[in-house]
């Protein structure tokens, strides 16, 4: 199913630099790493790096293609993605959660093109005139148009503009027909009833571990559950068996409601309660102290007056 959002943030390009098949953290970053707060892409912000594909990637015709990245590009050996692409072109952008993927064709068979953003992925396409747009995560300070030293894999088109995945911490990831089968209803189109049944009945799983669960419902991260619990007013730790259908409905409506505004307001880093996730803090909305502790291995941050374990 196509998603789509409002314009996404404006955009740069790219040269890498260092071992192209080492782990991550080897390449001096810390260019980005001075701008760049702790944030992670989340549903809203892997939804602008689809619609920019879908804006101005589709039904150009690849000609070239930089897999050689052998750490992003794996389990694939370099050319082997470049293999399966030339020729072709990407004629849909698709979406589930934080997972994205493009169809590709013409071909005789199904092929897609799996793209995981990572912890600091950018989607640029950047053409041959020198326009640029970009999609995916923010950072504070942006990446300058030009700027490409960290593109990890490219495409190039038959009218010489390109497609590349710009990713600073290298975490990204680069592959031929994810499994996305796997994943739970997409957190932004969920019903009611797809969402009373991720949840499940009489769990003391935590509830934020549970609305996390990509096999329950696939695009909700950390910084997004922390927002949707404090809107709901429920506390992160609460064993999903003693919410009450009243909690259960706010916190459907709470999901939608911050998806909605964080696609609205260009990204999960302008919620309300993203400001106020560090310590010595208090609640927007009654400047309660906030409080703190990993909840499921995640760290979480909750109104220490509304948002009660034992409400």
Not at 93 to 102: F, P
Not at 107 to 135: F, R, W
Not at 160 to 173: A, E, K, S, W, Y
Not at 176 to 189: H, T, Y
Request: charged share 25%; proline share 7%; net charge neutral.
């Amino acid at each position: 199913m196509l998603m789509r959002s409002p314009p996404p943030l404006l955009a740069g390009r790219d040269p890498s630099s260092g071992s192209r098949d080492r782990g991550p953290g080897r390449e001096d970053t810390s260019a980005v790493h001075r701008y760049y707060p702790a944030l992670v892409p989340e549903l809203p912000e892997v939804e602008s790096a689809r619609a920019v594909i879908e804006r101005n990637g589709l039904g150009r015709r690849i000609v070239d293609v930089d897999d050689s990245d052998s750490y992003v590009c794996r389990p694939h050996v370099p050319g082997e993605i470049r293999h399966a692409l030339l020729g072709g072109e990407l004629i849909s952008a698709m979406r589930r959660g934080k997972s994205m993927w493009c169809q590709v064709g013409p071909a005789s068979e199904q092929l897609t093109l799996g793209i995981h953003l990572g912890m600091s992925g950018k989607i640029v396409i950047a053409d041959a005139d020198g326009a640029e747009i970009d999609g995916g995560d923010y950072w504070e300070g942006r990446r300058q148009q030009g700027d490409y030293r960290w593109s990890r894999f490219s495409l190039t088109f038959e009218d010489g503009g390109r497609l590349m995945l710009v990713d600073p911490r290298r975490l990204g990831r680069i592959g031929l027909n994810p499994k996305v089968e796997r994943l739970g209803p997409d957190a932004q189109l969920i019903t009611a009833t797809q969402f009373q049944a991720a949840l499940g009945t009489g769990s003391v799983v935590p509830v934020k571990a549970r609305i996390m669960d990509q096999g329950r419902i696939a695009g909700i991260g950390n910084l997004l559950a922390d927002e949707i619990l404090w809107s709901a007013r429920i506390h992160p730790a609460r064993a999903v068996g003693s919410l009450s259908v009243p909690e259960r409905s706010e916190l459907i409506k709470a999901t939608h409601d911050a998806i909605g505004t964080a696609l609205r307001e260009g990204g999960v880093h302008n919620l309300t309660i993203i400001p106020h996730r560090r310590r010595g803090a208090t609640c927007p909305r009654d400047s309660a102290p906030m409080s703190t502790a990993p909840v499921g291995g995640r760290t979480s941050w909750w109104c220490s007056a509304e948002q009660l374990l034992v409400p």
